[in-house]
């Protein structure tokens, strides 16, 4: 199956600072990656939809100014957690639209694990 | 808006039961359905993607139903593992956006 990647794969920061996390599809083309935040023992809620060359949508309650996000290729995605706080440590997961046999299918990263002192 | 319900929260069972997870979802106009494995800490692994016209799917000890007009899937595993003590989420995707759209997922554990 297609791979995606993110890196960094756990980062530790402190209150204030910006974080930059990165996904890539690595063997395929998606010119949509989605991004999805997990809190503990909760499910992943979708915060934004990354559509190459234009701007994200957003899900309700999301703040485009403080989750900014980048699809400057067909294989990059970056979502920078602004000025982040306590509150914004979770688990980070995107994911990449693929079209397989003429059928749609995410194909998830490995996840990246924010914690924010 | 869709919403995604997985019935039971949480199951505990011996090894070598069978067992049946549960999914519902409330808009029927869906794309397909896809059920995941989470391992604690970890991410997603993919196990069964089923298309809207497909009425189930089948891999290993797992198969999984669709039944798209009733917003129902079930996801059964065979001969249980303590191996496939995880969590299991459900997630259907619409039609028209392809966002995937997840439940809160069962939390599994197989005694040994």
């Known amino acids: 199956g297609a791979v995606v990647s993110q890196h960094p794969s756990w980062v530790i920061c402190k209150s204030g600072t910006s974080v930059k996390i990165e996904c890539r599809s690595l063997?395929?083309?998606?010119?949509?990656m989605f991004w999805y935040r997990q809190f503990p023992k909760q499910s992943l809620m979708l915060m934004a939809t990354s559509n190459e060359g234009s701007k994200a949508t957003y899900e309700q309650g999301v703040e485009k100014d403080k989750f900014l996000i980048n699809h400057a290729s067909l294989t990059l995605s970056t979502l920078t957690v602004t000025s982040a706080h306590p509150e914004d440590s979770s688990f980070y997961i995107c994911s990449a639209n693929a079209e397989t046999s003429g059928n749609h299918e995410q194909f998830f990263g490995p996840g990246t694990r924010l914690t924010v002192l | 808006k869709q919403e995604v319900t997985q019935i039971p929260a949480a199951l505990s069972v011996p090894e070598g039961e069978n067992l049946v997870l549960n999914c519902s979802f409330t808009d029927s106009a869906i794309y397909n359905l896809q059920w995941f494995r989470q391992d604690p800490g970890k991410g997603l692994t993919s196990l069964l993607l089923i298309q809207s016209s497909q009425r189930e799917q089948t891999s290993g000890r797992l198969n999984a139903s669709l039944d798209k007009s009733s917003g129902r899937s079930t996801l059964y595993i065979a001969a249980s593992q303590p191996g496939d003590s995880a969590t299991y989420l459900c997630a259907v995707q619409g039609d028209s956006s392809y966002k995937l759209i997840f439940g809160s997922g069962t939390r599994l554990l197989v005694r040994p």
């Open positions: 063997d395929f083309q998606a010119t949509t």
